[in-house]
């Protein structure tokens, strides 16, 4: 897309924005972005067909629009909207979609995954699903988190949240997938938030089940009071920082990069 908007305007490329990153292999369906144009090319009626002209076949622009003022495609966003789709048992995946749904080889129990997910909901230190990156916190609030199984019998995982730090979905995922398979208890993910550190013995699953569906935003007029919360560093209420949080902060300002995003490369 950079490259793109570099062609249109014939100088280097802006730079890009976007909403959510996320790692090699995983699709994303309702991406937003920004960059900051020239205002005659932001108004070019021409625009999107130009760009679409431009990138390669799975990359599509939906729509582009002058963004109102205090908008930023990544910390302005309230939440994220990502869904995990698998066929489970004997069945094999349609093959014309085996880019985009996991094929396991096992039933899964769609009743008991159900029950893993409730503990999961709230804001919690998900660090034990987390590949951690150095300065930026593991806490996160999940607003949506279940299964069910459409009309095609695929099970589909939604999960939306304010962020998701690295691997965190997949690693949700994984952990509820030892669960529908009845090698752990129901409450064995919502157990692991009180680790304090990766566990190892939560599965990643493959990246192109993955799809990030939807970004949330505020109206208009609370864009830029959201990027000050988005932006400031979290802990969990009620809870003292620990030394780590601690040594992030000086009278009251976030000395690292703001950890309230989708980490870099994504949430995997």
Request: glycine share 8%; net charge neutral; proline share 9%.
């Amino acid at each position: 897309m950079q490259d793109a908007l570099g062609v249109v305007l014939r100088a280097a490329p802006p730079r890009l924005q976007v909403a959510g990153r996320t790692d090699a292999g995983v699709h994303a369906r309702g991406q937003v972005a920004h960059a900051d144009l020239p205002a005659a090319v932001a108004a070019d009626r021409l625009l999107l067909r130009r760009l679409n002209g431009l990138l390669p076949d799975d990359v599509r622009v939906r729509a582009v629009a002058v963004a109102p003022p205090g908008f930023d495609a990544r910390f302005s966003a309230l939440a994220r909207t990502y869904r995990y789709r698998i066929v489970d048992g004997p069945q094999a995946v349609d093959p014309l979609r085996r880019r985009e749904v996991l094929s396991w080889p096992r039933p899964l129990g769609l009743e008991v995954m159900q029950a893993a997910c409730a503990p999961l909901l709230g804001e919690h230190d998900f660090v034990a699903f987390c590949r951690r990156r150095e300065g930026a916190t593991t806490i996160r609030r999940v607003l949506e988190l279940g299964w069910e199984r459409d009309a095609d019998g695929v099970l589909v995982l939604t999960v939306r949240a304010d962020a998701f730090c690295h691997s965190m979905v997949r690693s949700l995922v994984g952990a509820l997938l030892a669960v529908g398979e009845g090698r752990r208890e129901p409450d064995w993910p919502g157990s692991l938030l009180s680790w304090g550190r990766r566990a190892d013995a939560i599965p990643v699953v493959p990246p192109h089940g993955l799809v990030l569906e939807h970004v949330a935003y505020p109206p208009d007029e609370e864009l830029l009071a959201r990027q000050a919360v988005t932006r400031s560093l979290r802990h969990l209420t009620g809870q003292p920082m620990n030394r780590e949080q601690a040594l992030m902060m000086r009278g009251g300002e976030a000395l690292v990069e703001p950890p309230g995003d989708v980490e870099p490369p994504g949430v995997g």
